[in-house]
């Protein structure tokens, strides 16, 4: 079976099973997933009962798709996402997305908690993504050009949707939350990286580093999903500062940040929904 033919079995699924058909979605990474507990009208679907699906493993992911209001907004939130760092396939990674996408989803905001390169970042605080540097060794492309998903060549020159991260930025203000701007460096994992690949990423230009999101925002540009990337400072790199870094206080950190992040959120999506379908700028 194809993977188009998967994914349009599993949107067919949801579909059916939906009362709403939001435009905007959600991708929470580690510690986030309390952002989808405080919608109103939910309508929840575990991983597992999503034809096709892919399940996590991951602590911090709870996997469940939930559709509801935040606000007045209906939004299409994954509570969880699954890594190539599990055993998944780049196709399998995206494949979530992809089947957001096939269900009109046209602007996704994809989070994650990242480590800081930048050494003017604090825990606690956010990075609004301008591009990223893809250094999985992967991508959804690879393999047979499936036109129903768009070109294979595609154009990554704006990723990250400008007038979302403007829009981002002033709703930020707004709630008087500092952000910052700044690139993603996506690795494989799942080994945090080593004080001389932080350094490594930081003269490539680096200001952040995780391991999830450029995948997802690939197969997004193809399919001509407006992409806003968000990234929750859990951590100082490697080396930047004299201790180990821990999963836990990444989860926990996300945790801290949650109440912020929720604020951001209810200040940005009206204005996301109000204008998701106008065109993407990239």
């Known amino acids: 079976m194809s993977i188009v033919?998967?994914?349009r079995e599993a949107a067919d699924r949801l579909r059916a099973r939906m009362t709403t058909s939001p435009r905007v979605g959600l991708v929470l990474g580690s510690g986030l997933g309390?952002?989808?507990d405080d919608l109103a009208d939910v309508e929840t679907f575990a991983y597992d009962t999503i034809p096709h699906f892919p399940v996590s493993s991951v602590e911090g992911h709870s996997g469940k798709l939930v559709v509801g209001r935040a606000g007045e907004?209906?939004?299409?939130?994954?509570?969880g996402r699954v890594h190539a760092y599990e055993g998944y396939s780049a196709t399998d990674v995206v494949?979530?997305?992809?089947?957001?996408g096939s269900l009109g989803i046209e602007t996704l905001i994809l989070t994650n908690a990242a480590g800081a390169v930048n050494t003017t970042y604090q825990p606690g605080e956010l990075m609004i993504m301008s591009d990223h540097l893809n250094l999985t060794g992967m991508s959804p492309l690879v393999g047979p050009e499936l036109p129903e998903l768009g070109h294979r060549f595609t154009?990554?020159?704006?990723s990250y949707d400008l007038d979302w991260i403007a829009a981002c930025e002033r709703?930020?203000?707004?709630v008087g939350i500092t952000t910052h701007k700044g690139v993603y460096a996506g690795l494989l994992g799942p080994s945090f990286e080593t004080p001389a690949e932080i350094r490594m990423l930081r003269a490539m230009g680096?200001?952040?580093?995780?391991m999830s999101t450029v995948l997802e925002t690939i197969a997004c540009r193809q399919m001509g999903v407006r992409v806003l990337g968000l990234s929750c400072v859990t951590n100082m790199a490697a080396g930047i500062l004299q201790q180990k870094i821990d999963h836990e206080e990444v989860i926990e950190i996300g945790r801290q940040v949650q109440s912020s992040f929720n604020a951001l959120m209810r200040a940005l999506l009206p204005v996301i929904a109000g204008g998701t379908a106008e065109g993407a700028t990239g």
């Open 5 to 7: 033919t998967n994914i």
């Open 34 to 36: 309390g952002f989808a």
């Open 73 to 79: 907004t209906p939004v299409c939130v994954m509570a």
């Open 95 to 100: 494949f979530p997305a992809r089947v957001l």
């Open 155 to 158: 154009d990554l020159s704006q």
């Open 171 to 174: 709703a930020a203000a707004d």
């Open 206 to 210: 680096a200001d952040a580093v995780g």
